[in-house]
């Protein structure tokens, strides 16, 4: 099981809307989450709109992004999102991964 | 249980030798994370020096510093990782909580 760690960003001044839709995270990209085997998956942001992302897989980050990429609802979420990133692009095509240096179970 | 996200910086010219220090972090120091309660606790970094820290614990952030705060071997870890702390003070004194605002199990 890999521990990943990824970061992008959200424009400030429209966080507080993003914030409120991943209260309302439509069920079936949830599904399709699960099914692409995203477990234990955590996003934080911080007040300038830098978004940290956390989750657990079997696959490391471009394998686990590659198997949304292949579902029609990562599209249509990655799309509803794209107005709220900082670069104007879908949020996912923004994904920094970081690298692990510690753990401690 | 709580899901807990941090960050602090380190300076990037040091960035090495502090990755270096955390494949051989004192088992004195793991077991008083232990004790006070950080659980699958994870760091990651950026190339510029941007830490990112998660962990879950029955506490928030603010309770699981002040049980480390209240061990030796935590103060004399955090004297030993103060050179390359970016602010150089005591990286357990820079850590800035960030907004959980998502979860998938």
């Not at 911080?46 to 029609?72: C, H, P, Q, W």
């Amino acid at each position: 099981m890999k521990r990943i760690g990824f970061q992008f960003k959200i424009k400030h001044d429209r966080l507080a809307e993003y914030k409120e839709h991943h209260q309302h995270v439509w069920p079936e990209m949830l599904d399709a989450l699960r099914e692409a085997g995203w477990h234990n998956y955590s996003l934080f942001m911080r007040a300038d709109g830098l978004i940290f992302g956390y989750f657990e897989s079997e696959e490391n980050l471009a394998v686990a992004l590659a198997k949304m990429e292949a579902t029609e609802i990562n599209a249509r979420w990655q799309e509803f999102m794209t107005p709220f990133s900082d670069s104007n692009a879908r949020p996912d095509e923004g994904f920094t991964e970081l690298e692990g240096y510690f753990h401690l179970d």
